[in-house]
């Protein structure tokens, strides 16, 4: 089976570069705040206010505070590190703080 086409990257902070595919893209619009917010999404990974590992071993957590028009305080992304290039798992907004974060 294909692997499906990048369709955007970013570069973090670190200089590692994220990638997202047209597959991921498709399952992040299911969380319907996502949909046509790829430019915030790739924000999130150029200047995020806060990165942290993810429970799961080989993945980390980029967070965005938002404003409106995004319905959320936050915008959660999950990338998982994948050799040269990094790839998103998913991302979704929420409305409580990260751990040991200030409101």
């Known amino acids: 089976m294909a692997e499906s086409p990048v369709i955007a990257s970013a570069t973090s902070p670190q200089g590692r570069s994220v990638e997202l595919t047209e597959e991921r893209w498709r399952y992040i ?23 942290e590992p993810d429970p799961y071993p080989g993945r980390e957590r980029y967070w965005l505070r938002c404003r409106a028009p995004f319905p959320f305080r936050w915008l959660r992304a999950v990338v998982e590190f994948a050799g040269d290039a990094d790839r998103f798992v998913t991302a979704f907004g ?8 200030p409101p």
Do not use: K
Not at 94 to 99: L, V
């Open 29 to 51: 619009q299911r969380h319907v705040e996502m949909r046509e917010r790829q430019d915030t999404l790739l924000e999130a990974i150029r200047q995020p206010d806060l990165q």
């Open 94 to 101: 929420q409305d409580n703080d990260p751990e040991g974060q």
